[in-house]
């Protein structure tokens, strides 16, 4: 069975432009995070939607969002890129809503920002 | 909101000698408490989870942690390293029934031949 995919691997943007990342659960799976990993920090959360509906938001600016569709994928955007958005953007996917099950990890998409 | 440390940056360790990274939380209650690791270039994989009962908690990978709650620690061992340990853990804890993990900001561990 395949595991969290997430594209693009790897994208180089420029500051004040926009970007799109992509992720697919596993099968089966409603629930779906993002996370921000820093250089040198550790994950930071984002979003989680769990059903097509927004469960949680971290502390980030507005120009940051998501939306999941109804097959269960989503999508993070994030509007007016700034140089310290650079950084890999990890979706993670989950069975249920809440933390008693694992969170399965994608390899993660690495954003640099010029 | 909880919180976690990880203490050391960076250790160092010799192929086939122990290993003990350190955790430690701040959070009211008993949280439940997780230890990930992530490779280069790869995503995070869970080694191990702690909701409840027995505090000596065994994972994937031949790795064990114990939960301490006088020490708000959770702690990740292992008897013996292989050069293929070489990876970055981290340390994570979730309140009950939350959707989120925090995470600490990780211990990188170098496996020396």
């Known amino acids: 069975d395949a595991g969290v995919t997430q594209s693009p691997t790897h994208l180089i943007k420029t500051r004040g432009q926009q970007v799109t990342l992509r992720c697919s659960p596993i099968?089966?799976?409603?629930?779906v995070s993002w996370y921000q990993q820093v250089l040198g920090q550790g994950p930071q959360f984002i979003f989680q939607y769990y059903e097509k509906e927004e469960r949680g938001r971290g502390n980030f600016p507005d120009r940051f969002s998501a939306r999941q569709f109804p097959n269960y994928s989503s999508e993070l955007n994030v509007n007016a890129l700034l140089l310290g958005d650079s950084a890999l953007y990890l979706c993670a996917s989950s069975s249920g809503y809440a933390n008693t099950g694992e969170l399965f990890f994608g390899e993660g998409s690495r954003l640099t920002v010029l | 909101a909880q919180s976690v440390t990880q203490p050391d940056i960076h250790i160092t360790v010799s192929e086939g000698a122990s290993l003990e990274l350190r955790c430690n939380y701040s959070y009211g209650a008993t949280p439940y408490l997780f230890w990930y690791v992530q490779s280069p270039g790869q995503g995070l994989q869970l080694l191990l989870k702690?909701?409840?009962?027995?505090?000596l908690v065994q994972g994937i990978k031949g790795f064990e942690a114990e939960f301490k709650r006088s020490q708000s620690s959770f702690n990740l061992r292992k008897p013996s390293v292989h050069w293929s340990d070489a990876a970055e853990y981290f340390c994570?804890?979730?309140?009950?029934?939350?959707?989120?993990?925090?995470f600490g900001a990780g211990t990188t561990v170098t496996v020396r031949a």
């Open positions: 994570a804890v979730a309140t009950p029934n939350d959707y989120k993990l925090s």
């Open positions: 099968s089966g799976h409603k629930s």
């Open positions: 702690y909701f409840s009962g027995d505090t």
